[in-house]
């Protein structure tokens, strides 16, 4: 286990800054609760103020100088060693996640949601060994050779959802940051910082065996807004990462590129499932199993949350509403993050019902201990939809989804039309060729409007892929050409394009020079990619 | 020869909209004038007014729908087409940018800028032909496939100094945005709207004949600042490109990610140069004239130029820069493109003067016809601009350039890092080990700052290689991982990634079916490139 302590006697707990534990300059502190009971845990957190930021933006500076030195391999042994601790130590981490989210402590943190973060730093130290992500590019003739090279320092800001796959620091974005070369300053969740600050701990611990640079791993608990904008406008920032609502994304993006920072942000989404005649007639049955499944999962509490349903108007629907409405009734509300996501819920639901949806399920908060919300399935008519599509596709973080009942394929297309940019969007279709009239017309109106498309199947799992994109068209996500999810393709984020020219061959870094330093890498060689000396 | 005629008896020119030559809303016009003597050409452009932009607006979305179903062989045959018409029409073309610009037409615009400008779009139809652009990645396992696909449409702000190679309706950017699938707003730059009607006649007819969507090749000469704003920020706009001041590419920026559209710029860079003492001893003669042409290249109205030179302090240095004087003084100045590069050049090397440089040689504008100022070479101790780095290290775009002497490597160490993002950087040592250790101190340094790093070469030529970066650190360029030159390279700026989750195998795009469409794409198969099918 972790040499730092949590659960001693002193309450107060250290931020991780300039490699090491100390106490933070902030003397406000927070706590953290037990989401299903409301409990205030005994740890106090600081709330640090600026002199903890100028510390963590120094550090940071010197660590991405450090970091150029740094081989590869120690990299990689970093990434690998903290994915072992966060193996060994699973049942402390889950149970605390579990504590401090109510998330389920199993399947959904001890089998799906660790191991999967183990397996994504896992990834990211065989992309660091194996270098291909650098994607270097030779030209023989013209002796000019580019390839991808670190950024530097990364501000990570990780959401409340995800305790340990998008924490800021174990998460993608944080094993994406440290893989490509930058240091990492890392803001946790206010919801789930014991849980972070045990991660942390371990990063902590990990870099120190693994002689990898400690200021490249920093983590502060809390700021207050003003200083959260501030830091995300700093220049010794390269790039700022988030995940989170779209409110808090877009005032940190403009902050971030008021000077010239770049903001990665993925900030919301209501990811449409379209079920088309033939797929209802077919499998009505099974779909409104998937779909109140993926619907509830983690409370619905997941970016890609399918919360906006399409559907033909006839029978078939109305037994499928009903099915997805038995469905939400017959599971018990699950635990929410908290009081905001509650009334989130409440607020998005209520200005849903204003602007003319009506209530099939669910719809009311439900009293404590913790937060909770009725499983809520809203409907409304396709017409209705297209006269007040900016409300009626507002995200309501949580377990509550909209279902839109179209009157042909035609106005179908034409709610698709109104959606803004999401990460993904799904289309059920009979197996046969029932539908393909229908999907030829709807595929190109959704698949432009999100970064993930998908056929017959749920949006919820995010594989972490090297095919994957997680992230989409503004304003699900700030910039579509880039994934927050899948390897070697998250890393790109944090990289800039370095150009030699006529840079003599033992100046040249490794990759960059004839021949291939692993022996193995892929390189880009006059035009064709291969593994050989070029 | 094209069918617009340029040159008739009616003044008043038309904009190209909607896929056709139509009358401008606006009834303000402009008119562009001969560099050399000042004089007005008859031809009268129109100033659109906000009615242009919006029809350029709507025409460009149904452009970008359009060319969903356009095969990769017409864009390509469009292409070639185009660059077929650019060579055929070298003479008129080149003449009529010599006389707006008053750049040499030879060696410069026939036989440097328009074969380069004919080759890129050459380039971008071998590219489009490929496909290998798009990154297809396919995980066979998981069944998850993606690939770089169009970003939407692009409004491209042509520079004044590239009246091919970069205008917005021939140079780079066009070729990107186009091979990668997206119509083009192109915003012709002020100086030079005769050679731009003509370069965009001579593309709408190639698009005519390869039955490319003639909406997707659009272009006004100008509008108001207010108008350049809310185009930017339209949210029918996937992307901007610019190319520029930092003034309005700023602006221009602010205006854009507001609203969460891309925005890609080249907004200045002094590109410093290095001179390391073993250099100085051993080619100091050769380097020194090497600089003095790239300085007065284009009379120095070049991204590139090289602004800022870093020397060692002591007799070779003195030497150098009196051979440089002299270079500067037996050069004739040449002939600007505007009063507005002549008073930016007047105010820039008086705001260096006044933050205490001194004027080696010239320092001041040269009467008339044409617009001119001295060839002009100022100097300042490394100990002084330590102090001013900021005025000092501001661009003077023309033919001015600032030499800085340091009294020791560690001097230089210092001025480096000062220096913002810069497009370029390069340093100058000993053929031999002489100068292997200041190297070593300055490169780290310098390479941090620049986008392409160069050795004992000046930075003016901008190859179109595939490992090309033209671009940088902020604020020389806005996002340091993309590029504005280098075929593919420079297409991904204009994607998003898009990704297939289980979609069945017919219904995926041809680049990502197990078969290779081409049996010669690049594609990333289960981590490997391979031209074989998945």
Redesign the interface.
Known sequence: MSEKKVYVEEPLQEVLLEGRWQWSSGAATFRSHNASTGEPFCDEFPISTWADCDKALNAAQRAAVAL?QVPPETTAFFLDLYADKLEENSTMLCNMACYETALWFTPRLALAELPRTADQLGQAAAAVRDGSWKMA???KK?N???M?AP?GPVLIFGPNNFPFAFNAVSGGDFAAAIAAGNPVIAKAHPLHPITSINLASLAHDSAKVAGFPLEAVQMLYELSPADGLRMAGDPRLAAIAFTGSRAAGLAL??AA??T?R?FYGEMSSVNPVVILPGAMDERREQISKEFVNSSLAGVGQFCTNPGLLLLPAGEPAEAFIAAVARGFQQDPPGVLFSAGVRDGLVNNVQAMVDAGAAVVTGGQAVEGPGNHFQNTLLRVSAQHFLSHADVLQREAFGNAALAVVAQSPQEMAAVLETLEGNL?GCIYSHTGGADDAA?DLL??VL?QRV???????MPTGV?V?????H?????AA??????AVGIP?SL??F??????????PH?LPEELRDKNPTGAM?R?VD????QEDA
Request: charged share 25%; aromatic share 10%.
């Open positions: 150029r590019t030779i030209d013209l000019i050779r580019s991808l950024l993006k403009a590129e008021k010239g770049l993904t999907y595929a190109p698949r970064g993930r498309f998908l056929n017959d199947k594989a892929s090297p095919a994957m994109q992230g989409g068209p503004y304003p700030s910039h579509p050409h880039f994934t393709a790109r984020r990289t800039r394009l370095d150009c030699y020219d006529n840079v003599r100046r892929w880009n035009g064709a990619w291969t």
